[in-house]
């Protein structure tokens, strides 16, 4: 089947209030795809297109683009233009189709950061010193007393982790990681709804810290895979919530 043109398309969006986000960029986006029933392969309209119909600057649905480029959601390039590259429909009636891409998306940019965030912390324990291991019990020692106060911790988790990666010895490891979250990030602050999606996790950084600066390899591999299991099953169980109605 052709894919098809937007100039054929019989719905048009409402335009969206000034303030508007990225997110709801999307959510008007997904909307329009699923009146128009498009599919895999099919074109969005053209970004200018998108901007003069939602009455929105072309920078802010570039930005939304961009994030559903970044988790797989379309692909984009000069000649072809934007195309879906996953169907965007709703198979669970107490799901919406934003949600749904939300979860699967995140589920994905999890699987990716698996691996590195384990080689990661192989790495750390091989090469970490003792000015790199004050540093990480340091910045784990914040993370607990932060998240201890009932204070915000993700900026003090993010530190941490930055620590591991220096002390891992390859910088790209961070960078990597910091490219496959930034694109999620752009739209999804608060996945769910939960700005402090895998906070259950937290007290396992303790031992992870340690393992790493004893040089306990498989021992700081195993609480990492602990930690990563634990807000796999975090975000499973958010959609399964929601998917049943639930506001847990």
């Known amino acids: 089947m052709a894919a098809r043109d937007p100039k054929q398309f019989s719905h048009s969006m409402a335009p969206l209030p000034a303030r508007s986000s990225s997110r709801d960029v999307l959510e008007a986006l997904t909307h329009m795809i699923e ?6 392969g099919d074109r969005l309209p053209p970004e200018v297109d998108i901007a003069r119909q939602l009455g929105i600057g072309r920078a802010k649905v570039r930005e ?29 009636i107490h799901l919406p189709v934003t949600l749904k891409l939300e979860a699967e998306s995140l589920l994905r940019t999890h699987a990716v950061r698996r691996p590195l965030e ?20 340091g910045r784990v020692g914040e993370l607990i ?12 988790d993010y530190r941490f982790h930055e620590a591991l990666q220096e002390a891992s010895g ?11 979250q930034h694109g999620f990030n752009e739209v999804y602050e608060a996945p769910f709804g939960k700005p402090h999606l895998g906070e259950a996790s937290i007290p396992l950084h303790l031992p992870l810290a340690e393992a790493v600066v004893a040089g306990d390899e498989s021992a700081a591999v195993a609480v990492m895979e602990r930690i990563l299991d634990m807000v796999e ?15 847990d």
């Open 35 to 40: 009146l128009e029933g498009l599919g895999i």
């Open 64 to 92: 939304a683009l961009t994030a559903w480029q970044n988790m797989g959601i379309v692909t984009r390039n000069k000649k072809a233009g934007t195309r879906l590259a996953t169907e965007v429909v709703s198979n669970a």
């Open 118 to 137: 384990i080689e990661t912390v192989r790495l750390a324990t091989r090469n970490v010193t003792p000015q790199s291991g004050r540093i990480i019990m």
């Open 145 to 156: 007393a932060i998240h201890g106060a009932g204070q915000d911790w993700r900026a003090a």
């Open 170 to 180: 390859n910088p790209l490891f961070g960078q990597l990681i910091q490219q496959i």
């Open 233 to 247: 099953a975090e975000i499973r169980e958010s959609m399964q919530s929601m998917m049943e109605g639930r506001n």
